[in-house]
């Protein structure tokens, strides 16, 4: 669990996802879309996916992949994000970590 808590903290907007996830690529789309360039962790590639799978779960995930995270706390699915999109919730919370288009 501490690997999971560290890696999603190491930047602002941290996806966890699987190599073949759709779900996942669809919600870096629209974090880029949105001007945030998020740190992507493809567990299937890491040798601990398993550990990291079962992390996820316990902190609240109701899947594993993809798990969102913004400024070190859990957001959630796709589901919670588009929610979050569609609401007008989410560009504020991740203004802060939109790049700079200077």
Do not use: W
């Not at 190599?19 to 690529?25: D, E, R, V």
């Not at 601990?48 to 079962?54: A, L, P």
């Not at 594993?64 to 504020?92: D, R």
């Amino acid at each position: 669990m501490d690997k999971v808590v560290r890696m999603s903290s190491e930047k602002g907007v941290v996806i966890f996802s699987k190599s073949s996830c759709c779900l996942s690529y669809a919600v870096q789309v629209l974090f880029q879309d949105l001007g945030v360039h998020p740190t992507v962790h493809e567990i299937d590639k890491d040798p601990d996916c398993r550990e990291i799978e079962k992390a996820l779960m316990r902190l609240g995930c109701s899947t594993p992949v993809p798990a969102i995270f913004v400024g070190g706390k859990l957001v959630g699915s796709t589901n919670e994000v588009m929610s979050m999109h569609l609401s007008g919730s989410l560009v504020p919370l991740v203004k802060p970590f939109q790049a700079s288009l200077c």
